[in-house]
């Protein structure tokens, strides 16, 4: 199969392996029914493309709703889930590109801390960032799929720093919630506006109450995501694209490029029936890579967002945090994304137009098995994912 990003310019000869974690899957049993569309290189081609497009593959389809945002950049394997075409499917995250997909689309996904699944064999953006995660209808499958993938890899050392095994299903149980505590945004007091803006989100907080959990209003302190902040994060980015995208295309072979450069005049020839832009893409060839600024920018952000999230989960006493629904978990998100922390997305209902709502959790470094015991305690308590009706 073709490992191309979505890119036609890196259609051509298949990579010459399957990924680690593929190899492990394949080990264990399971089926590789074959791979779905994303968003062209991640999101990180041009900022006019619609979440979930690529020229190999064109647009991604929301089952729930045909014209519904399906977010990305693992759309397609999110999608897929959703209409049922597979129980299990891997996405990659760099900055939510799991955990977005799957709320949109209505499913479970988790993006592991970053080190516990191998990164070996996936195209990659950052590695800083990058994780494969797990997209599932539910959270015990998701746990299944991480028990087969998460194992130390000689090739990525990142995978060195797990701490130990374990068997992530180990604590899904009935009463997963009772005694845990979990801090949610404070803005949804009880009495508060936001609770009548968010009613999905409010009865989350219900029946996480209802379940045995101790909720705590907390805020996350740190970035507010400013104009300047958002600058740093996108220099951060351009500078990962020209820092690994380069090495990754000269390793492969028999493909139309082997360049970032002729990568770029490919795309030019060939922009496609949509002429979509690539400025990300040509942005980010273009700027002169300095090492030091990179460290500079990527340290700077990792450390002042486990900074951020240690303390909140330490002052609070908490076993995981909530994101804030709207917008999309962006503060709380963010600063998983940068400490390289867990998150998992789980259904919490539909909306008045009838698209999937959820739930974010996140916690410390690590805390993949509490994480998914709080999400799974929530999912059976909720019931409240619905299969789309294809419309």
Not at 161 to 172: E, F, I, M, N
Not at 341 to 354: A, E, K, L, R
């Amino acid at each position: 199969m073709q490992t191309a990003a979505g890119s036609l310019a890196m259609v051509g000869a298949a990579a010459a392996d399957d990924a680690f974690i593929v190899q492990k899957l394949r080990e264990q049993g399971a089926i590789i029914l074959g791979k779905t569309n994303m968003s062209e290189w991640a999101n990180f081609r041009g900022d006019e493309l619609p979440y979930g497009w690529s020229g190999r593959g064109g647009l991604t389809r929301n089952p729930h709703a045909l014209d519904g945002d399906v977010c990305g950049s693992s759309s397609g394997s999110a999608a897929a889930i959703a209409a049922g075409y597979a129980p299990l499917a891997l996405g990659t995250d760099t900055f939510g590109s799991v955990i977005c997909p799957a709320s949109k689309n209505g499913v479970v996904g988790l993006k592991p801390s970053v080190g516990l699944l191998s990164r070996t064999g996936i195209i990659p953006a950052s590695r800083e960032l990058d994780s494969a995660g797990p997209i599932t209808r539910t959270v015990r499958d998701a746990a299944l799929l991480l028990n087969a993938m998460a194992l130390l890899d000689p090739r990525d050392p990142a995978t060195a720093q797990v701490p130990a095994s374990k068997d992530y299903t180990q604590k899904l149980t009935a009463d997963a919630l009772q005694g845990k505590v979990i801090g949610y945004p404070s803005r949804f007091k009880p009495g508060s506006e936001a609770l009548n803006e968010h009613p999905q989100f409010a009865q989350a907080l219900d029946t996480l109450r209802r379940a045995g959990a101790q909720l705590v209003p907390v805020d996350l302190k740190g970035t507010d995501w400013s104009d300047n902040d958002w600058s740093r994060v996108s220099r951060m980015f351009d500078m990962t694209i020209k820092r690994v995208l380069p090495a990754y295309l000269a390793s492969r072979s028999g493909l139309k490029v082997s360049t970032f450069q002729e990568l770029v005049d490919y795309n030019e020839k060939n922009p496609g029936a949509e002429k979509y832009n690539q400025d990300l893409l040509k942005r980010a060839n273009a700027l002169v890579f300095d090492e030091t600024e990179y460290l500079k920018l990527s340290d700077g952000l990792r450390d002042e967002a486990r900074s951020n999230v240690d303390k909140l989960l330490a002052d609070n006493g908490l076993d995981a945090a909530l994101g804030d629904p709207h917008p999309f978990a962006v503060l709380e998100l963010g600063s998983a994304t940068f400490a390289g922390y867990p998150g998992i997305t789980v259904p919490s209902g539909m909306d008045v137009d009838g698209m999937p709502t959820s739930v974010y959790f996140y916690g410390a470094r690590w805390s993949e098995d509490e994480l998914l015991a709080i999400a799974h305690g929530y999912e059976q308590a909720s019931n409240a994912r619905q299969d789309p009706d294809f419309e």
